[in-house]
């Protein structure tokens, strides 16, 4: 194993060594060529319009018996919470079709230590955070709850920008239809299948981390393994310091809208 450090001290400057989670950047331990993956998350992350997301989702899917929701990267379960949030509330009453249909969730990611503060069910959020639940969802109460719990995480150093940060208990809905597991993404990424155009893999704010030539190799593996139909969805930091877009046009696959890609 080799112990990745954070380079950069300018909480938020784009740089492909900044490793930090939202309201906290930390040390941790990684063997991917000496690049960092650890990436600033949140719930409801805005480089994306989630609402637009589920409907989408949904009725682009509409046809299919069941979809196979993959996630790399996953950090805390921010983005897998968000997710299933969305798409169940774009289902209005047909919540227990889409519970059977896209859930749960496999969420991968390689940090050991991540891994086990999103197993437990505790998430640290932000004021933000709280706030944009509030614009996705319409009531926050019906996914996550108040606890007295704290959430620590191994080597955390608090941003500059982390005040008034709040530990929840995300609800059964979101911990039943999501499966946390440690995996290397560039292997992992080998073994998906996808049965009949009906993948969604989401791989959000961290291949920007990583050279051309390592994200160009990863978005070929996707085009490989992903049947038409399937959609790839990114995230602001991937097009960064890499025009994630002409890869992926490259590769196979048409922008249906911000983010969001369809294997053609």
Same mark, same amino acid.
């Given at each position: 194993?080799?112990?990745? /450090?954070?380079?950069?001290?300018?909480?938020?400057?784009?740089?492909?060594?900044? %490793?930090?989670?939202? =309201?906290?950047?930390? /040390?941790?331990?990684?063997?991917?060529?000496?690049?960092?993956?650890?990436?600033?998350?949140?719930?409801?992350?805005?480089?994306?319009?989630?609402?637009?997301?589920?409907?989408?989702?949904?009725?682009?899917?509409?046809?299919?018996?069941?979809?196979?929701?993959?996630? !790399? =990267?996953?950090?805390?379960?921010?983005?897998?919470?968000? /997710?299933?949030?969305?798409?169940?509330?774009?289902?209005?009453?047909?919540?227990?079709?889409?519970?059977?249909?896209? !859930?749960?969730?496999?969420?991968?990611?390689?940090?050991?230590?991540?891994?086990?503060?999103?197993?437990?069910?505790?998430?640290?959020?932000?004021?933000?955070?709280?706030?944009?639940?509030?614009?996705?969802?319409?009531?926050?109460?019906?996914?996550?709850?108040?606890? #007295?719990?704290?959430?620590?995480?191994?080597?955390?150093?608090?941003?500059?920008? &982390?005040?008034? %940060?709040?530990?929840?208990?995300?609800? +059964?809905?979101? /911990?039943?239809? %999501?499966?946390?597991?440690?995996?290397?993404?560039?292997?992992?990424?080998?073994?998906?299948?996808?049965?009949?155009?009906?993948?969604?893999?989401?791989?959000?704010? &961290?291949?920007?981390?990583?050279?051309?030539?390592?994200?160009?190799?990863?978005? +070929? #593996?996707?085009?490989?393994?992903?049947?038409?139909?399937?959609?790839?969805?990114?995230?602001?930091?991937?097009?960064?310091?890499?025009?994630? #877009?002409?890869?992926?046009?490259?590769?196979?696959?048409?922008?249906?809208?911000?983010?969001?890609?369809?294997?053609?």
């Amino acid at each position: 194993m080799n112990r990745i /450090t954070y380079i950069d001290t300018n909480y938020g400057q784009i740089n492909r060594n900044n %490793v930090s989670f939202k =309201a906290n950047r930390r /040390t941790y331990e990684q063997d991917v060529n000496d690049v960092s993956m650890g990436c600033y998350t949140g719930l409801f992350r805005g480089d994306i319009n989630w609402r637009r997301l589920g409907a989408y989702i949904l009725s682009h899917f509409n046809n299919k018996d069941n979809v196979n929701l993959v996630m !790399f =990267a996953s950090s805390d379960g921010s983005e897998a919470y968000s /997710t299933i949030i969305s798409l169940l509330e774009a289902a209005g009453d047909r919540k227990n079709q889409i519970v059977k249909k896209f !859930f749960p969730v496999k969420a991968y990611d390689y940090d050991r230590e991540i891994l086990c503060a999103a197993k437990s069910g505790l998430i640290n959020l932000e004021p933000d955070d709280r706030m944009a639940m509030q614009m996705y969802c319409e009531d926050y109460q019906d996914y996550f709850t108040e606890t #007295d719990k704290s959430l620590f995480i191994k080597n955390e150093e608090k941003s500059p920008s &982390a005040r008034n %940060v709040k530990t929840m208990k995300a609800k +059964k809905v979101l /911990t039943d239809n %999501v499966r946390f597991v440690r995996a290397d993404m560039f292997l992992k990424v080998r073994e998906l299948d996808d049965e009949d155009g009906n993948t969604i893999l989401m791989c959000r704010n &961290a291949l920007g981390y990583f050279e051309n030539d390592k994200i160009e190799k990863f978005i +070929k #593996d996707v085009s490989n393994r992903l049947k038409t139909g399937s959609l790839f969805i990114v995230g602001v930091h991937d097009s960064v310091l890499f025009d994630v #877009d002409s890869c992926l046009k490259e590769n196979g696959f048409e922008k249906v809208m911000d983010k969001v890609y369809k294997k053609t």
